[in-house]
């Protein structure tokens, strides 16, 4: 009689270490996606900039995601990979407008900066749930970016319109179908049409 409560214990604990062999195993996924991605040095960022500034003619326009690209709780924002290559920067809702390389002193735009980067304006309340979150007023943003211009994001477009008198044609990245798809179902939603 005395076998009994040891043999239930052994096998309660048997089912306790397997129980969490398992749970391990699932959190590992999890976990992995947590991590973030180990940022360079500005001076690495900046010269992927001068790099692609070099080699291109025209403007280049970038916007990195803006954390809408997912409806999972269980998303874990990642910035894009291109504007993340070029920027460091994974926060949501920044933008970025580089410059070709001054060639010549005739470009109108070649007097003033070469890369400007555009972050949104501080948001107390969105904060609340998800953070602090770097902004263009911040002391010292210029340092912690690597930029020597940041703007609020809500001057891109006045900037875009304001190239477009200068240059015929723009590099960017077109939205991946599914946030594209994601931004039309809402734009069809709010209007009523099909």
């Known amino acids: 009689m005395r076998s009994r409560p040891r043999r239930r214990y052994q096998f309660a604990s048997a089912i306790l270490s ?3 062999c398992l749970g391990a195993c699932c959190a590992a996924p999890f976990a992995q996606a947590q991590e973030r991605r180990d940022r360079e040095p500005n001076s690495v ?4 900039r001068a790099k692609l500034a070099a080699q291109v003619e025209c403007p280049v326009v970038l916007w990195g995601l803006g954390g809408r690209e997912e409806s999972s709780q269980a998303y874990i924002f990642e910035q894009e990979e291109n504007f993340y290559y070029l920027t460091g920067h994974n926060e949501e809702g920044a933008g970025l407008i580089i410059l070709p390389a001054a060639k010549s002193s005739s470009n109108e735009a070649s007097n003033g900066p070469r890369e400007i980067f555009y972050l949104p304006a501080k948001n107390p ?6 953070g602090v979150r770097m902004a263009p007023a911040d002391p ?8 020597s211009t940041v703007r609020p994001f809500a001057e891109m477009r006045a900037a875009v319109e ?3 008198k200068t240059y015929s044609s723009f590099y960017t990245i077109l939205p991946y179908e599914k946030s594209w798809a994601a931004t039309r179902t809402r734009r069809k939603s709010s209007t009523g049409s099909n």
């Open 125 to 130: 309340q969105k904060e609340k749930w998800n």
């Open 162 to 164: 304001n190239l477009a």
């Open 140 to 147: 010292g943003i210029e340092a912690r970016t690597g930029f």
């Open 45 to 48: 960022y900046a010269d992927r």
């Open 18 to 20: 397997i129980l969490t």
